[in-house]
DNA sequence: ACAGTAAATTAGAACGTTTTATTGGTCGCC
DNA sequence: GGCGACCAATAAAACGTTCTAATTTACTGT
């Protein structure tokens, strides 16, 4: 005889989820002075109060939120969309994401394009159609085009995370890229290097751009100019840092540190070092924006600028659900745009050179 | 001046969502049959059912989810709930998962308990209240009496992943950790190694049970029986998996290789061996059950048993949808328990010994 | 041509809430 | 003591669907 399932009964002769209505009766009152109850919408008599809420212990009566939903025409069910879910990045992102959403009473969906932004545009419409009361998201897509695109498609308040989209009505929170490129170049610099390469990602992608362009100024303040047959820009795919990796260090006067613009240039240099048998921080010093993975068991543990990760979802959850709470006024305010800082963790992969 | 918010006029005087009603109204016909064309659910004339469908893309219409769950009393929305959506195994499966599930129109709700049960029973209930028409969880609590109050608590038929929760009414999707272990053992065998350690998980937690007592048989074929001084029970954590090491290595015959349970002890391991100045393969050959992600650039990358898990979420995703569809029917089948096998990787990190 | 039946269409109830408009009751005030 | 003014409580409508039961239309067989 096969194991019986538990919820067999679930819509059969068993037991049927208690509605207002069975608490009005329970409570001897009508479902008008539960719902006042329960929400303190309207003024309710102190003994009443008491009969209803004790009648809601009796019938074990949980509120419906999809009926709630449907009278109210909003959710508290808020999406997350990224490129990739198993990327640590934001895999972080969305752990601290549903905790915070959780402690203020949203469930979280979750959808993860591959970076696809058609894929993007398709996961936003069904998020629609579910009816998510907000958006969270970390954009696949560039420019203005994209933006555009993005603000025809959501229909719901929304938070950008990483991503500055240039114009668009929605708040941001994101990395203080500029403050970063201070901090990894003045490290570099009190180190002793001088001969820095820079391995960037897309060229408008604000990310990329940003930090690169913050490492410019700093790094032109010492005593010779950044030199720009060090920087590789436009790599964004690891076997594009392989190469670049790779090339500079044949050159007659390698970089002494090479930086990387994010995780996935790192793991190109690391696989362009171990192709040429060279290590860091022996042959060259690495340091890389957003590395944090990097130290679990690595060897080295590479020096990195790391995010809050928690940080930044807990300012966007906040910010989200401050504008979704203010009903139509939260939509009227002028869209921010939160910068937070990053960390200097100074690791394993970075000496002075020569 | 600041930027407009494009949806300020969501609920005002703006555009409003369309209604079947209105769809009824432009086709000159009765909601039942708009209704009707929607579904299939009755025989609708060819003529009026293009009425209807021109009058749909005229309006613009969609339907309403929330209205057609509170009427059906189901929801398309399945929740995925692990102990830790930043664990790569957890990481890969969500996204997956969130594939899967979109391609049959589902969406997905996440939720990440950082292993607490009481977190994770709260997680369930959450997902109860928003109406999840099913679960997928990798359940955090072990032993029968949590799988007793796993059955209490959740109200929709539900997959369980990884664990298999012994006499539960879930279906289950699991490793196949028997034949798991055979493979780990017979490689270690051909490369001719005769002292093998083993670094296991909780005693009580089936995953590792069931790898130990895999590899008790196989390995006792060999020429002498297995050495129990070598295997390490219930070292659940990463520091006692280092602490672990650190005893076997320093032992007057050392094993000639170390197999970790899972991704913590092999964490631990490496670890351990790196406080020792050790290194595999040259002093010790080391394999990990589930070490898919010490590849990615690792030194060495670690030879391990591969989980296969897109095909993992593919089935859970099948099996529940199965359960779903098919209504009262589908729950009255009893649980399955379907076994996915693992792929040995031979990477670097074993060698033959002495 | 007419009853009888099958097929196509529709009106209306139902799902579980929130909210608007209304009732009934208590009080103060002249 | 009667009249409006407030307060607590309620009945009923509404949200956008699906589905049951009833109605209309079309068609068949004698």
Redesign the pocket.
Known sequence: MPARLFYENGDGAGR?????????KAA?????????T??D?????A???ARVNAAIAAVG????????N????RSRQVGLIVPDISAPYAAGLARSMQMALSDKGYAMFLASNGGDPARELADIARMNDHQAAGLVMVPAGLGARYAVRLAETIECPSVIIDRVIEGAPFDCVADDNALGARLIARHLLQLGHRDIAVIAGRTGDSVSDERLEGLRAPLSDAERPILEALICRDHPREDQALRATQDLMSRREPPTAIVTIDTVQTRGVLQGLKSMGLKAPDDVSLISFDGLHFSAGFDPEITSLDQDIPAIAEAAAEMLIGRLEAGAAGREKPPRLLRLPSRLIVRASCRRPG
Chains 1, 2 share one sequence.
Do not use: E, F
């Not at 919408?41 to 008599?45: H, I």
């Not at 449907?70 to 025409?73: I, K, P, Q, S």
């Open positions: 049927t989820m208690a509605t207002i209505k069975d608490v009005a001897g009152v009508s479902v008008t002075t539960v719902s006042a329960i929400n919408s309207a003024p309710v008599s003994s009443l109060r009566y949980v509120p419906n939120p999809v009926a709630r449907l009278r109210l025409g």
